[in-house]
């Protein structure tokens, strides 16, 4: 099967510019999140979805940064004027409801964003 | 406060061998689920193992074993025989809650050599 599909990989922008990130979670799953990675602040959770609805944004750094997921298979992380402390991994990864109980979370590869 | 506590930054471990991550957690939920994910140097995020708080049992996945000390609230990853292939960051999350809420908190993480 095939896993959560990031795109792009890497991305180097001007400060200012709009950033576009990709990702289409895993057939099935009804869950997806947006995660940043930084060296300060780790990891952290900045919107999730439940079936195309936004659930939680209190993560969104601020007003430059908007998600949306139209359908099942897409979603997209807008970042619009990006600014160089944008900089971070940015992972999405989606998730469905186990028998078990542990609705574990899968990553994507992530997206490598830099603004210079 | 840290939900979360990794307090290796960083270890080596002789290949072969084996090595223990200590996480430590804190929740005043009695229902949550502790993870524990792999980050390689190309950056990918991948899910190892779950323990949820009500299992009795401690999880095992291959090499990769969860020794869970619910009194103590820690959940210490343990891989044995240790490859090369297992230097990367590691890092130790927790779902608090019930099975729907699906916000992880992650720790600082661990990073791993694997010596030859």
């Known amino acids: 099967d095939a896993g959560v599909i990031q795109s792009p990989r890497h991305e180097v922008t001007e400060m200012g510019q709009e950033v576009t990130l990709r990702c289409k979670p895993i057939?099935?799953?009804?869950?997806l999140f947006w995660y940043r990675q930084t060296m300060m602040r780790g990891l952290e959770l900045l919107i999730y979805?439940?079936?195309?609805?936004?659930?939680?944004d209190s993560g969104m750094p601020e007003d430059r940064f908007s998600a949306k997921m139209p359908n099942a298979s897409f979603s997209t992380l807008k970042i619009q004027p990006s600014e160089p402390r944008d900089s971070a991994v940015y992972f999405c990864?989606?998730?469905?409801?186990?028998?078990?109980?542990?609705?574990?979370?899968?990553f994507g590869e992530g997206s490598w964003l830099t603004v210079v | 406060a840290q939900k979360i506590t990794q307090t290796q930054p960083g270890m080596f471990v002789q290949e072969k061998e084996a090595v223990t991550l200590d996480c430590t957690y804190d929740?005043?939920?009695?229902?949550?689920?502790l993870f524990w994910y792999k980050q390689p140097s190309s950056g990918e995020m991948i899910f190892l193992i779950y323990q949820g708080s009500y299992d009795e049992q401690n999880a095992t996945e291959g090499r990769y074993s969860l020794n869970f000390q619910k009194a103590r609230k820690s959940a210490n990853l343990v891989i044995s025989a240790s490859q090369l292939g297992d230097s990367a960051m590691y890092f130790c999350a927790m779902r608090e809650g019930p099975s729907n809420d699906y916000k992880l908190s992650f720790g600082a993480g661990t990073t791993v050599t694997v010596r030859a």
């Open positions: 057939s099935g799953h009804d869950y």
């Open positions: 979805f439940n079936n195309n609805v936004p659930i939680d």
């Open positions: 929740t005043s939920d009695q229902s949550y689920g």
């Open positions: 990864a989606s998730s469905a409801r186990e028998r078990r109980g542990g609705n574990t979370i899968y």
